[in-house]
């Protein structure tokens, strides 16, 4: 079979859909997946991060590279969200006691260091609520015109009694997303297009981890299947979690918790809430009869108030994504790629 | 007392001398440094990499960003220099059998398919060479003019019974070199100004915790202090080796080894090669009494053939080093940053 890359990468190539998943399979990833050894997550399930039976617990270890522009943003930074994405990729594993982060910068010779100084503090405070700490880094600095700004790697390691994947979905479990979608893509995309709406928007950019400890903890077993719906959005979670569960999704949209500013701004940009990224958010898979201890569990703390039961999976249609509008149905398109490049 | 920081980030702050040390210690490791547990080494220490108890073994991680320009050199590439970069930081903190690798990529809108592919079997072949093996991974892109080529970040993980650090060395302790220095920094330099004297000239990448790992293994205890000698080359490390531990260095001129057609390069261009970035290469502080284990060692394998006693420690002048040239003595300076940017 001929490959369906391109011959030079495109921006579409790093956007959270289709298109990355396929540069991931065909050439990043070609050669190097090793066999897991029993019930070891690695390359070839591109989970969230990986883990590996250390004793008779799990290393989880996740790593990612923040691009987003602006690095600052209404309600973060760049700072921020290296922590929170690395923490909330550990707890989407069942990894919420987080034993070490990394941090890599590479700066644009030029970089104020003013600016460095506020990031490292936002980067410090994430840290702090999240419990965790950054035990080692490294620095390099590269010309003008040879970097946009600043880039930060962060990579998390935690260890666990037992992971939960992206994978544990059955017919008749909930979906339950823990807060309001789209905070973090809309409020980028509307000061990088300077949208009036600005002022309104706030990116939802937290490490939730401490959140996902007491759902887990409230339900022990019941929560199968995790993932934080970032580049992508929601649209992207479900068809991940769906496809790699063997389920369907059904999804009730009056059910999905959105907020009216963000309502509004997508509205007036023509994109779905489903496909905006989050930041501070998981979508979660229950066992139904865990539902109400779950979300109870979440309701108790400011992060989770506004967490909803969105949908359900069935046995039917699998892999297909289906919105209950009220008045009828229709799928969900799995986006190609992020809207906005360098959202995260 | 008023910060020695410019206001604006310029390139030797990312050229692994002083003027990058005083960055993390004023700006991006400020607050962060956590207390460390008895013994663990954290931000604080600046070490190759963290070492945290975990039951009764030490977990060691370390991370790196590579920028490293040309992307292809003579000798390798920065694929093979990432792998080899970061299993060589954890085999200097002793760990040698390396359970996890990440890599997160970052790549220019407009990257040929074929340098990606190219660059990921390199992934792949140092991987195989180092029993190591990438469990997940980041995938970005950034537009054109916003990122030169591609940037990889690896960072390691590795379990080991006992932490070998860079401060260990005492008053009479004899100095190890495991092969002939500046391989790397002039193979660069010359692919990068374009010298006649290229073909002759290859980077020694490679990783070598095999090599540490026999050495290790023949002179149980008796192996004080490790470093690679990266940015900064051996004078960078000698410098940080004899700080942190609190001893002067006196090194033999005559027995460093150097291959002639690097001396010849460094000569023309006025260069020493103290100071140029090797990346396949140890500097070891060793017990007097186990020097000829330790030598018989890495002599036994490829990459240590050319290993030699180079220096020794000594109480007085702490901090300073010394060569001595076989007519007189001078004192090697700390290089301010690289001297040439984008090394590895």
Redesign the interface.
């Known amino acids: 079979m001929a490959s369906v890359?391109?011959?030079?990468?495109?921006?579409?190539?790093?956007?959270g859909g289709r298109a990355?998943r396929t540069?991931?399979r065909e050439?990043?990833?070609?050669?190097?997946a090793?066999d897991d050894g029993a019930d070891e997550v690695?390359?070839a399930a591109m989970d969230d991060?990986?883990a590996?039976r250390?004793?008779d617990r799990w290393?989880v270890?996740?790593?990612?590279?923040h691009?987003i522009?602006p690095a600052f943003f209404p309600g973060g930074d760049i700072g921020r969200l290296a922590v929170s994405g690395t923490v909330n990729d550990l707890a989407m594993m069942g990894a919420t006691d987080v034993?070490?982060l990394?941090?890599?910068?590479?700066?644009?010779?030029?970089?104020?260091?003013?600016d460095?100084?506020r990031i490292?503090?936002s980067?410090?405070d994430a840290?702090a609520e999240a419990g965790a700490?950054?035990?080692?880094?490294?620095?390099?600095?590269?010309?003008r015109?040879?970097?946009?700004g600043i880039?930060l790697?962060t990579?998390g390691?935690a260890?666990t009694d037992a992971v939960v994947r992206d994978c544990g979905l059955r017919a008749g479990d909930r979906l339950i997303v823990t807060g309001t979608l789209g905070d973090h893509g809309m409020a980028v995309m509307a000061r990088r297009h300077g949208l009036e709406l600005e002022a309104d928007l706030r990116s939802d950019v937290a490490p939730i981890n401490a959140l996902i400890r007491a759902v887990l903890a409230a339900a022990p077993g019941a929560v199968v299947a995790m993932k934080d719906p970032t580049r992508g959005g929601v649209a992207s979670a479900l068809h991940e979690m769906a496809e790699k569960s063997g389920v369907g999704i059904v999804i009730d949209e009056t059910a999905l918790p959105v907020r009216a500013e963000v309502r509004a701004a997508a509205e007036l940009l023509g994109i779905d809430p489903l496909h905006v990224a989050n930041e501070g958010k998981a979508v979660l898979g229950v066992r139904p009869e865990a539902v109400d201890a779950v979300l109870a569990a979440l309701r108790a703390q400011p992060l989770g108030e506004h967490a909803a039961v969105v949908g359900r999976c069935t046995a039917d249609r699998v892999g297909a994504i289906v919105l209950d509008t009220g008045f009828g149905r229709r799928l969900v398109a799995e986006p190609e790629g992020e809207l906005l490049?360098?959202i995260c």
């Open positions: 890359l391109d011959d030079r990468i495109t921006l579409r190539y790093g956007a990355m540069l991931i050439v990043l990833t070609a050669g190097l090793r690695g390359l991060g990986a590996i250390v004793g290393l270890v996740t790593t990612d590279s691009v522009k034993l070490a990394t941090c890599a910068v590479v700066i644009e010779e030029g970089f104020a260091r003013e460095l100084v490292q503090r980067i410090r840290c700490a950054i035990v080692t880094g490294d620095t390099k600095v590269m010309g015109g040879e970097i946009d880039v790697n990579t390691i260890l490049p360098r």
